[in-house]
C-alpha cells in the first residue's frame, strides 16, 4: 500500500495536478489538508474518473481536510476526541471546532490527515490554542495505543513544527522569535513520540524540506522546512519499506508551498504468504 500526505492548498486550484500525481505514482491513500472548501465543494468527480472515492471535511475557504483512497474508508471519524476548537475572543472549552482533522481505516490500517494548528506567533492565543491541541492529540494517541498496542496507526499531514535545527532553512524563522521552532512546539511533538509514534520518513530520507515558502525565492534558494510528516505506530513503521519526499512537486504550475510525502507498506506477514506450501 502506497500513503500520501499532501498539503494542497486549495484543491480546487490544484485538482489536476493533485489527481495526476496520485495516478503517476501509484498512490493508494492520499490524506490532504488545506482542501479550503466545504464538502459539497470538492472536486469528487476528478478523483472518482482516476479510482478513489474521497471523504472530506471543511467548514468554510479555510483549513480542511480528506481522505481519497482506491479501497473503502471504513469507520470514518471527523475530529478526535478531546479535540479543541478555537475562535477569536472565545475562551472555553465550548470553542467552535476547526476543519483539522478526520480519520478512517483503509485495509485494516487507522489513517489520519491533520492539520496542525499555525499558531501564528509566540504572543497569539493560536499558538495557545496550538499546543492544546497537540496535547490533546498525545492524550488520544496514548489513550488509543494503550487499548490497541498493535493498531497499525498513522498521522500524517502539516504539523507545523520543524522538530530539528536541521529542519529549518528558512532564515526569516528563528527561535524565540517565531512559531514552528519554538521550545513548546518541538516537545509537543517529541511527546507524540514519547506514546508510542515513530517518524516513519526520516530513517529512510534523513534530510529534506516538505514547504517552502512562496515568498523571497524560498525554493530556488532551497530555503525550506521539514513540517509534513507521516508519524506511525510501531505496527505501522515496521511496515513501512520505502519513503519519498516528491520535491519535484513543488516546481510548475500553480504548486502548492508544500509537496507530497509518501511511504510504502507491505502488510501481512508469512501468514498471507499465497504460495503453495511444500512439506
Known amino acids: 500500500m502506497r500513503i500520501a500526505t499532501w498539503n494542497v ?30 464538502p459539497e465543494q470538492f472536486p469528487y468527480a476528478q478523483f472518482e474518473e482516476a479510482g478513489y472515492t474521497v471523504e472530506a471535511h471543511g467548514l468554510n475557504q479555510w483549513n480542511g481536510v480528506a481522505i481519497a483512497s482506491r479501497e473503502p474508508i471504513e469507520d470514518l471519524q471527523i475530529g478526535f476526541p478531546g479535540m479543541p476548537g478555537f475562535a477569536k475572543g472565545h475562551d472555553g472549552p465550548d470553542a467552535p471546532q476547526e476543519a483539522r482533522a478526520i480519520g478512517g481505516t483503509v485495509d485494516g490500517v487507522q489513517l489520519w490527515s491533520l492539520y496542525v494548528p499555525n499558531g501564528r506567533s509566540l504572543d497569539d492565543p493560536h499558538y495557545t490554542y496550538k499546543l492544546a491541541w497537540l496535547e490533546a492529540l498525545r492524550g488520544y494517541t496514548a489513550d488509543t495505543l494503550r487499548q490497541n498496542p498493535d493498531l497499525a ?56 524540506y516538505t514547504y517552502w515558502d512562496y515568498k523571497q525565492l524560498r525554493f530556488p534558494r532551497n530555503e525550506g522546512m521539514r513540517i509534513d510528516f507521516i508519524l506511525g505506530s510501531h505496527a505501522f513503521a515496521d511496515a513501512v519499506v520505502a519513503a519519498s519526499i516528491h520535491r519535484d512537486e513543488r516546481k510548475g504550475e500553480i504548486p502548492s508551498d508544500h509537496v507530497p510525502v509518501t511511504v510504502d507498506l507491505e502488510l501481512g506477514g508469512p501468514d498471507d504468504d499465497d504460495r503453495p506450501m511444500i512439506f
Open 9 to 38: 492548498n486549495s484543491i480546487r486550484a490544484r485538482v489536476v495536478r493533485t489527481v495526476d500525481f496520485c495516478v503517476r505514482e501509484d498512490v493508494d491513500v492520499l490524506l490532504m489538508q488545506e482542501i479550503k472548501c466545504k
Open 153 to 208: 496507526l498513522a498521522f500524517t499531514g502539516d504539523f507545523n513544527i520543524a522538530p530539528t535545527d536541521a529542519d529549518n532553512g528558512d532564515p526569516t524563522v528563528v527561535e524565540g522569535v517565531s512559531t514552528h521552532v519554538s521550545p513548546p512546539e518541538r516537545e509537543a511533538f517529541q511527546a507524540l513520540l514519547g506514546v508510542g509514534l515513530h517518524d516513519t520518513v526520516r530513517p529512510l530520507v534523513p534530510t529534506g
